[in-house]
């Protein structure tokens, strides 16, 4: 009698135990996956040994378009994209801010206003390589940004070969960089998105070239 009182008991804690053990296994996961992508960064960067046809900057820092134009400037592409211009920013006001590539700005920079998210950079990338035929990328975002951004570019264009150049603070990431609270919370939310787009690229998204 007491054993079939037991029974119930027993079941409800089992309902309790498993799935914390799941839950416990997930963020366990979770964190050595975090390690593993923040320690996989790009921590230095260099500059492409041969020309490639383009320069793709996505913007979100003001050192990203500097440093593509100045990658334009010694001549590492003929022509850059800038993905991702807020609506209400113009050329002219892109030449003010960023003084002494004049030239290169009236004959050779794209200016892309249509992508809003590191999504929509890739899709104007695509179209923006099909119009000029360009067959390599020098690809200029921040380091943190520089996975997802890889992820995103290499599904849309498969064969086209690119080329990271990661936007860092000084000559190569800081050793204390990952200390700072502030950073490491970007770099987990990063991190999250990183996983999401993998997930929806192996799962939900099109065949490049389908139309879509």
Known sequence: MDETHGRPG?????????PAAILLV?????????????????QTRKIPATPADGIVALTGGAKRIRDAM???????????LISGVYPHTSL????????GYNAYFKCCVDLDYKAQNTIGNALET??????????SLIVVT???????S???????????????YPVLPGKKLPGSWLANPFTQRVLFFEYLKYILARIRLRLFAPVPGSGS
């Open 126 to 135: 695509r179209r923006w390589a099909d119009k000029y035929k360009l067959k």
């Open 92 to 99: 002219t006001e892109l030449m003010r801010n960023y003084k």
């Open 70 to 80: 100045d990658l334009l400037a010694r001549g590492h592409a003929r022509r850059l």
């Open 142 to 148: 921040s380091a943190y940004h520089m996975p997802r």
């Open 150 to 164: 890889l992820l995103e570019l290499h599904h849309v264009l498969p064969r086209t070969i690119l080329l990271p």
């Open 10 to 18: 027993k079941s409800r804690s089992r309902l309790f135990v498993i």
């Open 26 to 42: 997930l963020i366990t996961a979770l964190q050595a996956g975090f390690m593993v992508f923040t320690q996989n960064l790009p």
